[in-house]
């Protein structure tokens, strides 16, 4: 079984300043790894996924998430952040067996950015 | 390309009536997720279903079903509802490639209010 748990449920920020979204998984089998953004009353938009290879993943809007095997970590980091960037960010993950298809999501963060 | 599509948006039910939801995924999708979203306890999977069969399930009630077709949209139903059922029901579609899920993309999803 996997679980995600997402370190700070809100993280307030001024806008320009640099971000990190903490993450960190428990799982017995390999998987793969999620960073998703939420905007009020919207679905789940996919900001960027580690499955294999590099360690470093780049996403959309700007966003990067490093995987730490040792650490079971994943952190979402953006070096500016914009006032848009305020939504609610979900970590999950997704084991590899063939029923483990579902994703497992963090409590969420929420990312409120000030001018 | 179309997104995923859910219908309706917003629903309002009586306690103890039933409702259904419907999910139509992305071309070429064969496998749609249902995830549950509630304040308090976040985000949790209901059920995911590829070519027509229920693959794997999470822990709700049985009050709580599904069904997939075979152009894979999706619904799933909800009987003798009540007040803690009011949530934001999310459906998720992704092509499951082999046993691990690489890419969901989410719908709008469904409001449902029980009153």
């Known amino acids: 079984a996997q679980s995600v748990t997402q370190l700070d449920s809100q993280v307030p920020v001024f806008e320009e300043a640099p971000v990190e979204l903490r993450c960190n998984y428990s799982s017995s089998v390999s998987v793969y790894l999620f960073w998703y953004v939420q905007y009020p009353n919207q679905g789940l938009q996919l900001l960027l996924k580690y499955l294999s290879g590099s360690t470093l993943v780049k996403g959309i809007n700007g966003f990067e998430a490093e995987f730490n095997k040792s650490q079971t970590s994943f952190h979402l980091r953006k070096p500016s952040v914009h006032i848009s960037d305020t939504a609610e960010y979900f970590c999950?993950?997704?084991?590899?067996?063939?029923?483990?298809?579902?994703?497992?999501f963090g409590k969420g963060t929420k990312l409120s950015v000030k001018p | 390309k179309a997104g995923v599509t859910q219908t309706p948006r917003y629903l309002i039910k009586t306690r103890g009536q039933q409702v259904t939801l419907s999910c139509s995924p992305i071309s070429g999708h064969r496998s749609v997720s249902w995830y549950q979203q509630t304040p308090g306890q976040g985000l949790q999977f209901l059920f995911e279903y590829f070519s027509e069969t229920q693959r794997n399930k999470g822990n709700f009630p049985g009050r709580f079903s599904g069904r997939q077709f075979s152009n894979s949209r999706s619904e799933m139903n909800v009987s003798t509802l009540e007040l803690g059922d009011s949530a934001l029901y999310l459906c998720?579609?992704?092509?499951?490639?082999?046993?691990?899920?690489?890419?969901?993309?989410f719908g709008q999803g469904t409001r449902l209010t029980v009153v």
């Open positions: 999950a993950v997704s084991g590899l067996g063939g029923s483990q298809g579902n994703l497992i």
């Open positions: 998720a579609s992704s092509i499951r490639q082999g046993g691990g899920n690489t890419e969901a993309f």
